[in-house]
């Protein structure tokens, strides 16, 4: 009596314990016929347990194709091997399937096989979740290779070393290497990048490794087909991971048309900046001692002009030659260097002469100018140094220039008999008013008693 109890305990037991578990479970005998099933797998199957129990596996449960599952548990009966596990999909009794995944072991009495346990458990839930990985990967891909650009995962490493972890179809296209090509030798990319351009780019991404913000670069590479190409590539990073690398995710964009066009404008920039610089030339000499010796030609045929007063005007016209020269052959583009060469040959022409030229220049720090603006200064200096010569009758004439605090400071100042009480203005006063416009800056006269001072002033924007 008490056995019997037992046995009845242990059996109540034993279905307790395949109650419980969250995955379907099952016992068939040498025939594969079903003896046990638990809650779940009534659940699972949409089944009832008389419609399980006692029948065959191969009629009591329905599949998505012809093989059943007996056959694939028939391996274990015939003591070909002990456990086996595989996925397939599972029809209920409603018509509805589902993924499943089983793990079956047999059980053996005296060496004998007597049956198999089954353990069946649902998993469709990461099937539709792969699923939707699959499409949305697929998506994906499909997005990318709309794109103009390439994209990429890029994963560092803290010993600096790196891989490629993902390459859209269009960044292998670029680079004209497949991902599985640069996953197996990662230096087939770097031997690629021009040699000029390697060095920068193994330094230029520091500064964005260390402080984990954004890193682009341009540089050049040689394909397979032997294409020059220019590749523009900026990345951000995505993740950090337990071991302190870090996947950098970015895109890679071939701008060698771009680098094309911007060479093609740049060359049209500098033809035309050279152009309007002859244009300038040819205005200036005409300006200057082009109408001086059209002037000059014009009162000579009416024999208006004396040998002395020719001499006088084709002297100015050279000084004015040499200023037009020096101006557009100083490249620095700097007014110290242009009004150096300016004293040296106004001090040559008047060496002979009693008056004392006396020079100030502090113009060290002095920004540069285009060269337009350094002539318009000079041809003031000319004109201021050419009217005291003329007309002031004086010893000494002061010419100082000074940059000091952005600001641009020149004065021409003599002590002669200074200037009428009613200033005539002449074409010569008129030039320098004008001239003063054009650079930006502002002309005062002033009768010093004795002499006459010209000051210049040019505010530099900061």
Request: charged share 25%; proline share 3%; glycine share 4%.
């Amino acid at each position: 009596m008490t056995d019997k109890c037992s046995h009845c305990i242990d059996h109540q037991l034993l279905q307790s314990i395949f109650d419980t578990t969250d995955a379907a479970l099952f016992y068939i005998d040498q025939h594969g016929i079903i003896n046990r099933v638990n809650q779940r797998m009534l659940e699972i199957f949409h089944i009832t347990e008389a419609q399980l129990l006692g029948q065959h596996i191969a009629t009591a449960i329905r599949f998505d194709d012809q093989h059943n599952d007996f056959s694939c548990l028939h391996g274990l009966l015939e003591n070909k091997e002990d456990t086996t596990e595989y996925t397939r999909t599972y029809q209920r009794a409603d018509g509805t399937e589902f993924w499943g995944h089983i793990k079956a072991r047999r059980i053996l009495k005296k060496d004998i096989p007597e049956g198999i346990v089954c353990l069946i458990t649902d998993i469709s839930p990461q099937k539709q979740i792969e699923a939707d990985l699959l499409q949305a990967n697929m998506s994906f891909n499909l997005m990318s290779d709309t794109l103009p650009c390439g994209l990429y995962d890029y994963r560092l490493y803290p010993d600096g070393k790196g891989d490629y972890e993902y390459l859209s179809k269009r960044a292998e296209d670029i680079f004209e290497l497949s991902f599985a090509e640069i996953s197996a030798d990662i230096a087939k990319f770097y031997q690629q990048i021009h040699p000029e351009d390697l060095p920068e780019l193994l330094n230029k991404d520091k500064p964005a490794i260390k402080n984990n913000t954004l890193f682009t670069t341009e540089f050049r590479i040689s394909t397979r087909s032997g294409q020059l190409k220019w590749i523009k590539l900026s990345a951000l990073p995505n993740r950090t991971y337990a071991d302190k690398s870090v996947l950098w995710s970015g895109y890679i964009l071939d701008v060698t048309k771009q680098k094309e066009l911007e060479k093609d404008l740049l060359e049209l920039t500098v033809a035309h900046r050279i152009s309007l610089e002859h244009e300038r030339i040819m205005e200036d000499l005409h300006d200057g001692f082009g109408s001086q010796l059209s002037s000059a030609g014009l009162m000579a045929q009416k024999g208006r002009l004396s040998n002395p007063q020719m001499a006088n005007i084709l002297q100015e016209c050279m000084e004015d030659l040499h200023i037009v020269v020096d101006t557009f052959a100083n490249h620095e583009k700097n007014l110290h260097t242009s009004l150096v060469n300016f004293k040296y040959r106004t001090e040559q022409r008047n060496a002979n002469s009693a008056i004392a030229f006396h020079w100030n220049i502090q113009l060290n720090t002095v920004p540069s100018l285009d060269s337009r603006s350094i002539l318009h200064i000079m041809r003031i200096i000319q004109e201021a140094i050419n009217n005291a010569l003329k007309h002031a009758q004086p010893n000494n004439i002061y010419i100082a220039a000074i940059y000091s605090q952005a600001e641009l400071m020149i004065t021409i100042k003599d002590d002669g008999i200074g200037m009428p009480d009613v200033l005539q203005s002449g074409r010569g006063l008129r030039n320098m008013k004008k001239r003063s416009l054009e650079v930006g800056g502002s002309l005062h006269f002033e009768n010093t008693h004795p002499g006459t001072q010209i000051c210049f002033i040019l505010q530099y924007a900061i």
